[in-house]
T-cell receptor
Framework: EAQVTQNPRYLITVTGKKLTVTCSQN?????MSWYRQDPGLGLRQIYY???????DKGDVPEGYKVSRKEKRNFPLILESPSPNQTSLYFC???????????????FGPGTRLLVL | DAKTTQPPSMDCAEGRAANLPCNHS???????VYWYRQIHSQGPQYIIH?????ETNEMASLIITEDRKSSTLILPHATLRDTAVYYC???WGSGGSNYKLTFGKGTLLTVNP
């Protein structure tokens, strides 16, 4: 089954404790992206990756890191989480991303993070 | 900034057609209209997209006006499981740059028994 998976689905942590949220897709997509969703603010893009070893900032990259060492994986790293990073996070992927004239994105199930 | 305008909420009776409007008066010639939905904090799900012509798939139909300044998503026989926030998004079609979907506030569709 074609899908985007995220782990963990729920996470409670404390300020400053490094954490990683994993994202994996099995569709051989080149493009992957991370969004966060907060009440009243909608979905905002954090980082994206056009292909292996190619990443760039989205609209709200502060406090986050990403890496793309393999095509299927795109982990989101919070080196020193803070309470304002409490949010619902979504990973997404698409086949060609910016090089396609029309395309759809596939979203993971979400990771709900609480930083105390 | 969001380039679409949608009503914040709508109700629909189960089994009836749900017609969700979207205004996108500033759409450019190569931009597509996409519809996604999000069921209670799950990941957004693609529904349908179109450029100029009306489109239909197994989930829904998309009617785009001739001037392309507005569109309507039609769920022909709404069920309780169609209760969700529906997002109308315009963009893409340029074939370049970051493929970022800009989600507005969407329309909360509530399907009632």
């Amino acid at each position: 089954e074609a899908q985007v998976t995220q782990n963990p689905r729920y996470l409670i942590t404390v300020t400053g404790k490094k954490l990683t949220v994993t994202c994996s897709q099995n569709m051989n997509h080149e493009y992957m992206s991370w969004y966060r969703q907060d009440p009243g603010l909608g979905l905002r893009q954090i980082y994206y990756s056009m292909n292996v070893e190619v990443t760039d900032k989205g609209d709200v990259p502060e406090g986050y890191k990403v890496s793309r060492k393999e095509k299927r994986n795109f982990p989101l790293i919070l080196e020193s989480p803070s309470p304002n990073q409490t949010s619902l996070y979504f990973c997404a992927s698409s086949l060609l991303g910016g090089r396609a004239v029309e395309e759809t994105q596939y979203f993971g199930p979400g990771t709900r993070l609480l930083v105390l | 900034d969001a380039k679409t305008t949608q009503p914040p909420s709508m109700d629909c009776a189960e089994g009836r057609a749900a017609n969700l409007p979207c205004n996108h008066s500033t759409i450019s010639g190569n931009e597509y209209v996409y519809w996604y939905r999000q069921i209670h904090s799950q990941g957004p799900q693609y529904i349908i997209h179109g450029l100029k012509n009306n489109e239909t798939n197994e989930m829904a139909s998309l009617i785009i006006t001739e001037d392309r300044k507005s569109s309507t998503l039609i769920l022909p026989h709404a069920t309780l499981r169609d209760t969700a926030v529906y997002y109308c998004i315009v963009g893409w079609g340029s074939g370049g740059s970051n493929y970022k979907l800009t989600f507005g506030k969407g329309t909360l569709l509530t399907v009632n028994p």
